[in-house]
């Protein structure tokens, strides 16, 4: 099968794309998969191979440190889940962090020697629900996923394939050979291209407490007049949101999750533009992972005059920020994505009025250099 296969797995290490535990596969017989006990951060959660010792070849990374770390050993009696399983790792339920941090185990699916029962996960949040949401559903049918199971107890697993991590948050963004392949290769390779040729992913019917760029229903009507289908992935559901993504020859997006599963379908004669809404570390996994999957060598439209955020809140993910229209015109001109006059930005009072209906509470500038951005 592709991939190095052990019985045995090297101490715990950073995950890395080119060689290590990340491109290896280990088998284990009556493994005992261990669910979080209590929400936080790093949680002792896992895999305990049969002889008691940590398989740190399942641990969930995260930039630089592990999120799954050893739990205990149960001390009563642990149910017993037959079958061969593949395992999973964590299941988020943030979309965008599903899309990258769940996906990230899949790729021995078409090479696995013998047919599996499924894929086996364990929840991020203990007591959130189990139930995998429409998008969950979706996904792993497009990724030939025969079955889900969530671990929300100790469970004592017959047989389980326990892949190291391909992709994810952190240097290993960009995906190792494996991971590359397998998504080229196998993912939703029957969905259909279906669409237009010029497609805008907006953020501006989110609702309130998303960041997103101040006036984007300004930007909606500049683009939809360009000749783009103003695209509200939200309102769709995955398969449809692959099919427009892959028949866009030309696809500008405000910057956010949608564009990491366009780069998992996309090809490289495909043109890309992201709309920068925030200074963030996620800006730059979002273009590295679209180039390293894809090809496509996207486009930054970095020209935020000012950035908002709740008072008393200073994530990245919740600024709301004011577009230099003009600016962003110049660029995706130049690049070839639009044509015709400059823009001009949205009047004072329409920035105004839609700092107001974007958050409902007071907003604070975002400093920059000792001066608001």
């Known amino acids: 099968m592709t991939g190095r296969v052990t019985s045995h797995n090297r101490p715990l290490q950073r995950p890395d794309p ?42 969930h990374w995260r ?16 149910a017993r889940l037959p079958g061969t399983w593949l395992w999973g790792g964590v299941l988020f339920r943030h979309f965008g962090h599903f899309i990258v941090e769940s996906s990230g185990r899949l790729w021995p699916l078409p090479n696995l020697p013998e047919k599996i029962d499924g894929v086996l996960f364990t929840p991020k949040s203990p007591g959130a629900g189990y139930a995998p949401e429409p998008f969950h559903l979706d996904f792993f049918a497009m990724a030939g996923v025969p ?31 494996h991971a590359r392949a397998y998504f080229r290769n196998h993912f ?9 040729e010029k497609l805008y992913i907006s953020r501006s019917k989110l609702g309130r407490g998303r960041g997103k760029l101040l006036c984007e229903d300004h930007l909606d009507t500049l683009l939809a007049n360009q000749g783009y289908e103003v695209f509200h992935p939200q309102a769709h559901d995955l398969p449809t949101q692959v099919a427009r993504y ?14 990491h599963l366009f780069a998992m379908v996309a090809r ?55 577009l230099d229209f003009t600016a962003a015109h110049r660029i995706l001109s130049d690049h070839g994505f639009i044509s ?34």
Request: hydrophobic fraction near 35%.
């Open 147 to 177: 079955r889900v199971y969530q671990a929300d107890r100790p469970l004592q697993v017959e047989k389980l394939y326990v892949p190291g991590q391909g992709f994810g948050l952190g240097e290993i963004i960009e995906g190792t050979d």
């Open 246 to 259: 892959k028949a866009a020859k030309h696809v500008i997006a405000s910057e956010g999750s949608a564009i």
């Open 268 to 322: 490289e004669d495909q043109k890309l533009a992201v709309m920068a809404r925030r200074v963030s570390q996620a800006t730059d996994f979002i273009l590295r992972h679209a180039r390293s999957f894809s090809g496509v060598d996207p486009v930054l439209v970095n020209t935020l005059h000012r950035s908002w955020v709740p008072e008393n809140e200073s994530v990245a993910r919740l600024w709301l920020s004011e």
């Open 63 to 78: 930039k630089t440190r592990p999120l799954t770390v050893r739990p205990q050993k149960p001390t009563g009696p642990v």
């Open 18 to 59: 080119l060689e290590g535990w990340s491109r290896r596969v280990e088998i284990l017989t009556d493994a005992v998969v261990i669910p979080p006990l209590e929400r936080s951060f790093v949680q002792p959660s896992g895999i305990l191979r049969k002889n008691g010792t940590f398989c740190a070849q399942g641990a």
């Open 188 to 196: 939703a390779r029957n969905i259909s291209p279906n669409g237009p």
């Open 340 to 373: 015709g006059p400059s823009w001009e930005d949205p009047s004072e009072n329409a920035m105004e009025d839609a700092k107001k209906k974007a958050s409902g509470v007071p907003l604070a500038p975002i400093i920059s250099e000792g001066k608001p951005t």
